[in-house]
């Protein structure tokens, strides 16, 4: 047994310098190659991931061009994993075809996990908008990670707990390591309102509560439904799918927002999940307007929300409230306590009934407070999340293999386009070049380390690094 | 006026001048200051900014409010937080992150201070400052560009704005001062246009101004005055056609009386001198002495009363001729040689032989004549008459100085009278009491003007006359015709004397 532990501790120790001298090459080429394309970054790094990406109007050359960028990044290593993040296209069947393209493009031997974005791919070159859409791909090559794929269409459970334990099963058979939770596991849901909630506890009868499950929920420009998470093997709507993520080298993530928690704070005395009827018996709008000193009411009254018809204008609303969102208070026995956001816009008929409604689960029982923020402190976590998912990882700047980003669309909204435009730049700085991909999702999932769970939380952002 | 416009013009132009010189050097000044200004503000960003960018570093907390509000300034180009390898860290424009802040200015590599520093690029109108910070163990230094574009911009606008506005109300002065001088003018060029109407002799003009200040009531005045010449005038031209007609009636007495009297002379001269010459009587040879002596001095008393009524006659015209001074006065001495050497009297001609006047030589030769015939009678025997002449502005003046009796001052005041004779008592029958009336109408008819000086009885008497060295233009003016219509009353006074006289 000492002899096992001493060899597995000299590979790992080997491993280690292996990786630490391949990050330096990257610490010392980072400068120069930043501006240059990610096949330059790869070909300096030497094989274990990189990104590629494609804005071309027809999407078998956007593929094709994605695909060919990563893989020449990558060199002559052979990627086992792909994870891919795509515009939309305009129809069902469109997206349909691109998936398919992806997946001959890749061959059968890379397993695939996908996300749909809203606007653009980030990646280190930037943000990637095309007219007709973009497409990146990070391709991972290291055998020192192992990832399990896992996927179930959510429409085919009734129950989410279900869904979720299945989906995390498939993962860790894909895997191939049954009975054993994964290092960290890539979480990619649907914006349609569902119990993302349910479905991690059902994750967490697999893994544990405490096992971080990260990740967000596919999203289109318009959220319209168009969003598909999509895997090697298949394509969803309304899909669940869940990478496990197994490795021993350095991996850690970030998962933070950008707001501060206030004193005020209630019990949602009624709420069906979704639309808080009640906070400490009173009706739900009164307490978050009295929260906000009456500015709500007093907006509200002066038709500053309104569109053309009179009615309240989601996009002009949650202007306001998502810079005053709610925070999801959550105590545990021994005093711990944790807090994460969740969306609050209410809509006409909401505003008519004195509900509020909001766009990750509140149930009847939860505390909730109110939380405030700007764009300046969005931005400012822009540099904090890398940074917490590499000081969790234990890895300096440019010593990581790949990394993972979730940008919450809610939160780009409250960020003027060009400090937003420097995101990629600033996450690539801290990063040190890891090649990095991401995408603006609907909803995002994460742990809350302070209570020892993961929940579904709105105006995030979140990353995996693995190094 | 003319004058005072140019003066007004130069002023109004100097004004102008000063003016703006002042607005450049006001202008020049508010760049200066403003551009300290600005490089001083700039300096507080920076020094605000990398402050906080150290006290945050630890949270990750950027001073974006800060960063914004610099990036919202007019002056603004670009805000760059540079790592200590040079590379741009965060930037307000993303496409320079990342990249080497050399590539941008190069001129810049081997500037060593970077602390609390200004860069300036006077050719492109921008500045640069910077200032290190410390960022965990490092060296970062954040580099402020501004352009000094805005601040010419305004220093020009304000140039531009001041020269217009002064321009502007400077030509708004001048039109102002220009239609309030012209109000003053006006009526003053209307009233100069109408006194130099009635001064041409046209009296049917009136000055039309109607205001109600001191040009008005001048001009009112004015107004007032013309009409009352022009009323004189029309009495003037009454009297001048009855003196006219009397005069004309005056010369046809006078020449018909002369005529009528010198008629029936003309046998008694003839005829009783040989009368007187076949009486044997002695007695009555005396008596007819006597009547020969008195018909002569009569005959004498009606040819000059015709001279002198003829020279009255403005009918009568000069023959103006070209007449040597020198010439003719010797002639005059050379007809009276006998009466020089009868009464022992030297006379000196010193006139000049090269003084030519225009004038009648005829009556010159008379007038000559009849003043050298009365410095002859009342000089004593051996006496001396000199005659002198000289240019004296535009005439010649002329004296005949004799040695005789004198004259007082009343005489001196009558001597040209008609019928004057200065001692009554003397039953002079050659003269006439019109000779120097005659001398005077001669001088006057030239254009000149005759008198007489004297220290006193027995002292002698100097005559002066003077005669224009051209003849005196027929033009008449007003002054003329006044002094005409003057002298005709007068000489009609003179003429109902003379006829009561007669």
Redesign the interface.
């Known amino acids: 047994m000492i002899l096992n532990k001493i060899c597995k501790l000299l590979i790992v120790s080997f491993l280690s310098i292996v990786l630490l001298s391949l990050s330096g090459c990257i610490d010392q080429n980072n400068?120069k190659l930043?501006?240059e394309s990610s096949k330059n970054i790869q070909e300096a790094v030497t094989t274990l991931a990189a990104v590629g990406w494609s804005i071309k109007e027809d999407y078998n050359d956007a593929v094709s061009e994605a695909v060919d960028m990563a893989k020449d990044g990558l060199g002559n290593e052979t990627p086992v994993f792909a994870y891919v993040v795509l515009t939309p296209r305009s129809t069902s069947e469109e997206n349909s075809n691109v998936a398919d393209e992806i997946r001959n493009q890749l061959g059968p031997n890379v397993k695939m996990a996908g996300i749909t974005t809203k606007l653009g791919v980030m990646t280190n070159d930037?943000i990637h908008v095309g007219e007709n859409g973009s497409i990146g791909i990070l391709l991972v090559a290291s055998e020192n990670i192992t990832f399990g794929v896992g996927e179930v269409n959510l429409e085919d459970f009734n129950s989410s707990e279900e869904a979720g334990k299945t989906a995390m099963q498939n993962a860790i058979a894909d895997a191939g390591n049954p009975g054993t939770s994964p290092n960290m596991t890539l979480y990619i849901g649907t914006t349609r309102r569902g119990d993302d909630m349910r479905i991690l506890d059902g994750i967490a009868e697999v893994i544990g509560a405490e096992s971080p499950v990260i990740g967000g929920s596919a999203n289109d420009d318009k959220v319209s439904g168009l969003w598909m998470q999509l895997t090697h093997r298949k394509s969803y709507e309304n899909g669940l799918i869940l990478v496990a993520i197994y490795t021993n080298l350095k991996n850690g993530w970030g998962f933070e927002t950008g707001y501060k928690l206030t004193d005020h704070s209630g019990i949602a005395t009624i709420s069906d999940g979704y639309l808080i009827s009640e906070i400490d018996d009173q009706p739900a709008l009164d307490v978050y307007d009295e929260w906000l000193n009456g500015e709500l009411y007093e907006k509200l009254n002066a038709g500053e929300f309104n569109d053309e018809t009179g009615n309240i204008s989601f996009s002009k609303i949650k202007e306001f409230t998502l810079l005053n969102p709610v925070a999801r208070v959550l105590r545990i026995e021994d005093g711990r306590i944790g807090h994460y956001t969740v969306s609050p816009i209410p809509s006409t008929e909401d505003v008519a009934s004195k509900k509020l409604r909001v766009f990750a689960e509140i149930q009847e029982g939860w505390e909730i407070a109110l939380y405030r923020g700007t764009?300046?402190t969005h931005?400012?976590r822009v540099?904090?999340i890398p940074?917490d998912a590499l000081d969790r990882a234990g890895l300096n700047p440019s010593e990581g293999i790949f990394a993972i980003m979730q940008f919450c669309n809610g939160l780009r909204s409250q960020i003027p386009s060009?400090?937003f435009?420097?995101v990629p730049?600033?996450t690539?700085?801290v990063l040190g070049g890891v090649p990095f991909i991401g995408a603006i999702t609907g909803g995002e999932h994460g742990p809350i380390p302070e209570v020892g769970r993961n929940v579904n939380a709105n105006l995030i952002e979140c990353m995996i690094v693995v190094g | 006026m003319r004058l005072f416009r140019k003066t007004l013009l130069a002023v109004f132009s100097c004004f102008l001048l000063i003016i703006i010189i002042l607005s450049y050097i006001l202008a020049i000044n508010h760049v200066n200051d403003s551009e300290n200004g600005l490089i001083e503000q700039n300096r507080i960003y920076g020094r605000l900014i990398s402050k906080q960018i150290e006290i945050g570093y630890l949270q990750y907390d950027w001073p974006y409010e800060l960063l914004n509000e610099l990036s919202n300034r007019d002056d603004f180009i670009f805000w760059w937080v540079v790592k200590g390898d040079d590379t741009i860290y965060r930037s307000d424009d993303v496409s320079f992150m990342r990249t080497n802040v050399y590539d941008y200015f190069p001129q810049l590599k081997n500037r060593t201070d970077f602390d609390d520093t200004i860069y300036s690029n006077n050719e492109k109108n921008y500045e640069i400052y910077f200032k290190q910070f410390h960022y965990g163990s490092e060296i970062w230094t954040i580099w402020i560009g501004f352009s000094l574009d805005a601040i010419h911009q305004t220093s020009t606008n304000i140039l531009v704005t001041v020269s217009i506005s002064v321009i502007s109300i400077l030509i708004l002065i001048f039109i102002l001062l220009y239609m309030l001088m012209k109000s003053f003018t006006t009526p003053i060029v209307k009233l100069l246009k109408t006194v130099s109407e009635v001064g041409k002799g046209n009296f049917d003009v009136s000055s039309d101004i109607k205001s109600k200040d001191e040009t008005g009531q001048l001009a009112s005045e004015f107004n007032i005055m013309v009409k009352n010449l022009k009323d004189s005038r029309l009495k003037i031209e009454k009297y001048s056609k009855n003196l006219e007609k009397l005069l004309k009636q005056k010369d046809e007495f006078i020449s018909q009386l002369s005529h009528d009297l010198k008629s029936p002379l003309n046998p008694l001269i003839n005829l009783l001198p040989i009368i007187e010459k076949e009486t044997e009587n002695k007695k009555h040879r005396e008596i007819l002495c006597v009547v020969n002596r008195n018909v002569g001095y009569m005959k004498n008393l009606v040819k000059k009363s015709l001279k002198l009524a003829k020279l009255n006659a403005p009918s009568t015209k000069l023959k103006v001729e070209d007449v040597n001074l020198f010439d003719k006065i010797n002639m005059t001495i050379k007809k009276n040689d006998n009466i020089f050497n009868n009464y022992n009297i030297k006379i000196k001609n010193n006139v000049s032989d090269k003084i030519n006047i225009k004038a009648d030589s005829l009556q010159i030769e008379e007038l000559f004549d009849n003043i050298i015939n009365n410095s002859i009678k009342y000089s004593p025997d051996g006496g001396t008459i000199a005659i002198d002449a000289k240019f004296e502005n535009d005439f010649v003046n002329v004296s005949i100085k004799d040695e005789g009796n004198g004259m007082t001052p009343e005489q001196i005041v009558h001597v040209f009278d008609e019928f004057y004779k200065a001692d009554w008592s003397r039953h002079d029958f050659d003269s006439s009491g019109l000779g120097l009336s005659i001398c005077k109408r001669i001088v006057e008819k030239h254009g000149g003007r005759i008198w007489v000086e004297s220290k006193g009885v027995g002292k002698g008497s100097t005559f002066y006359f003077n005669i224009p060295i051209e003849n005196v233009s027929a033009e008449k003016n007003v002054s003329q015709e006044i002094d005409n219509f003057l002298y005709l009353r007068e000489l009609k006074q003179k003429d109902k004397d003379q006829l009561n006289d007669i």
Do not use: R, Y
Request: proline content about 0%.
């Open positions: 400068n930043n501006l930037g764009w300046q931005m400012n540099e904090t940074n060009e400090e435009e420097k730049a600033i690539d700085d």
